[in-house]
């Protein structure tokens, strides 16, 4: 393209032919180019012109060649003018002079983002100048302190020091699969472990911070290209290394150190609880060794009895909640320090209020899911049955309050199994049927515009699961089974046929698993799991419970077999049921009862197969 064509601009004379200072120009010369400057803007017309000679010179535009391009004239000073373009060769510039660029960049390295941004910043040379900093500091700080142990203006200043190298070590956690097994490697990891043991305290709080972060199950989730190891490998590294070096007792001896008074000691403590839960989370079986190695459940037990209610308490409750999950030594452990009366006594205060807010009801679930959780084992239901357990959760069923839910929840898990027999008899005693059916009729609900007025579908399992317990523990012929069954004979048989209703509702829910299930190709075990969440669990419970009555009472079964039939069914199809929970039922795990009870008390398996033989051998259709 013909640019001069373009344009029409006047050619401009040849770069040969522009005037240059000479290295040493003379006094006349530099007076003339003075002159020449001077006169140059009043100019309209040629030199040419002016001197009456000639024609004047048409300026030409040519390109310079390699000469450079004077960088002080870019569009208001832009320092990225000349630098910045795109594939195209556009200039576009940052906006901002080379003062207000330097400007900026030292605000973003006192940030550390200028760090961050660098994807080289955290590479093995930088993180073992970290590394190694920190532990000169670190020896510093010691040697000080046992020079001047009574001048603190002498160890002052490398405490800082101690304080920022330690913060500095925070960025590892986003490069585990790097920074991890340098840690372990360079022994970082028992300093840190040793300053847990530190005179001053807020040096402690910033290593718990620190560990915090690092044993984050979020913390990175890159891979390294050359070994092939994942940051869930590194975080194994850095547990078992910290666990080698005694860390569990050392964060539990400073809980008992830091007091929750101070802002920045609370906050510490909310810390170690946090490597504990990330530490269990991590791998389950740590539990067992945190419970047998350290007084953290003494500790727990003690926190959330505190009068006011923090952050911290109900951290407490969560973590007593996970240490007891499927671990039968910390639940044994947990009775034999009384943890069924403090939780006892715990609960009891919401027995005539609500939690305040979101997280003190998070805080009273948790107590009450460790409450569920310890009730698994034998003693611990003996335990909860001296303290009048029973009793209290009848008197919170009995409120409208949160706490309503959960108290049927506990009752469910505490009445179970064989060794719950003892609590089906004090549950009857507490007049407990009484609350209990008016909540299966819906009569303790609020009154909605729904025809169907059920309780929740959790609540509802636990219902059954209560009813179910007492059918297979309450001795037959006694007091306490006479009054179970007037309940379902009173009102015209009105719980029976809202045991039927409750059964079709979950027929219908399982036959639309069951139309899923058939055009898929899984295996068994899946597809019973499906089943149990579809419907089948609550058909389970239902039909036992109906079989119990039936074969019991001949007023029952006469109105449980005519409300069959209008929907289709009869008694093969409860038998058929309870053939179902019979093969999947596990065989009982429970120990055998006191030698002096000589009574034998079948497992829930026995009685299916009783109950099945029962009336798989009636008449009656």
Excluded at 92 to 101: I, V, W, Y
Excluded at 189 to 208: C, F
Excluded at 481 to 488: H, M, Q, V
Excluded at 586 to 601: G, K, Q, T, V
Aim: hydrophobic share 40%.
């Amino acid at each position: 393209m013909d640019v001069d064509k373009l344009f029409k601009v006047p050619k401009l004379p040849v770069s040969g032919n522009k005037r240059k200072l000479p290295d040493t120009p003379t006094p006349e010369m530099l007076k003339r180019m003075k002159i020449d400057s001077s006169t140059t803007e009043s100019r309209s017309l040629p030199e040419s012109h002016a001197n009456g000679k000639g024609k004047a010179r048409v300026a030409t535009v040519e390109d310079e060649g390699d000469e450079e391009v004077d960088r002080d004239f870019a569009p208001g000073g832009d320092a990225d003018f000349f630098t910045e373009e795109d594939e195209d060769g556009r200039f576009f510039g940052g906006g901002l002079t080379s003062e207000q660029k330097e400007i900026l960049n030292i605000f973003e390295s006192a940030s550390g983002e200028a760090v961050m941004d660098d994807s080289n910043a955290l590479s093995i040379t930088a993180i073992r100048r970290l590394l190694l900093r920190f532990e000169r500091t670190m020896n510093r700080n010691q040697d000080l302190r046992s020079k001047y142990p009574d001048d603190p203006t002498k160890f002052i200043d490398s405490e800082a020091d101690l304080d920022a190298a330690i913060k500095a070590l925070l960025p590892l956690a986003q490069v585990p699969v790097l920074a991890y097994p340098e840690l372990v490697r360079s022994g970082s990891v028992a300093l840190l472990v040793g300053l847990l043991a530190h005179e001053n305290a807020d040096i402690v709080i910033d290593v718990v911070e620190l560990i915090h972060e690092l044993t984050d199950e979020d913390a990175g989730n890159e891979e390294d290209e050359e070994s092939g190891e994942t940051a869930e490998e590194a975080l194994k590294v850095l547990i078992e290394s910290l666990l080698e070096n005694s860390i569990l007792e050392l964060l539990v001896d400073n809980l008992s150190r830091l007091k929750e008074g101070e802002e920045s000691d609370r906050q510490g403590v909310f810390h170690i609880l946090g490597i504990f839960e990330n530490v269990v989370g991590f791998d389950p079986k740590l539990a067992t060794k945190l419970v047998e190695k350290t007084s953290i459940l003494c500790w727990v037990l003690t926190r959330i009895q505190s009068k006011t209610h923090d952050e911290n308490r109900g951290y407490a409750a969560e973590l007593l909640s996970i240490l007891l999950q499927d671990n039968k030594k910390n639940r044994q452990e947990f009775g034999k320090q009384d943890g069924v009366e403090i939780t006892l006594k715990t609960l009891s205060q919401y027995r005539r209020r609500d939690p305040i807010d979101a997280d003190e009801t998070e805080f009273m679930e948790n107590i009450f899911d460790a409450l569920c959780s310890a009730l698994s084992e034998p003693p611990v239901k003996a335990q909860f049955l001296a303290a009048e357990g029973t009793d209290l959760m009848v008197l919170m069923m009995k409120e409208k309050l949160q706490s309503k839910s959960r108290t049927i929840k506990v009752l469910d898990y505490a009445m179970s199994g064989v060794t719950g027999s003892a609590i089906c008899e004090a549950f009857v005693e507490a007049s407990g049927l009484k609350t209990l059916f008016q909540i299966l009729m819906g009569k303790g609900l609020k009154r909605q515009k729904s025809t169907n007025n059920l309780p929740p579908s959790e609540d509802m399992s636990h219902i059954l699961g209560v009813l179910s317990s007492l059918f297979s523990n309450i001795a037959s012929d006694s007091p306490a089974r006479i009054r179970l069954l007037a309940k379902f004979v009173e009102l015209n048989y009105e719980k029976v046929d809202k045991l039927l209703e409750i059964r079709d509702g979950a027929r219908t829910r399982l036959n639309v698993v069951e139309a899923e299930i058939s055009k898929e190709k899984k295996a068994k075990a899946t597809w019973y799991l499906r089943r149990l969440d579809g419907g089948q669990f609550t058909l389970q419970l239902v039909d036992y419970i109906l079989a119990w009555i039936i074969m019991e009472d001949d007023g029952i079964r006469a109105h449980a077999l005519q409300m069959l039939r209008r929907q289709n069914q009869s008694i093969k199809n409860i038998v058929q049921t309870l053939r179902i929970f019979h093969e999947n039922v596990e065989d009982p795990s429970e120990p055998p009862l006191a030698d002096e009870d000589r009574d034998y008390s079948p497992s829930q398996k026995d009685i299916l197969e009783a109950l099945i033989t029962a009336l798989d051998t009636s008449n009656v259709e």
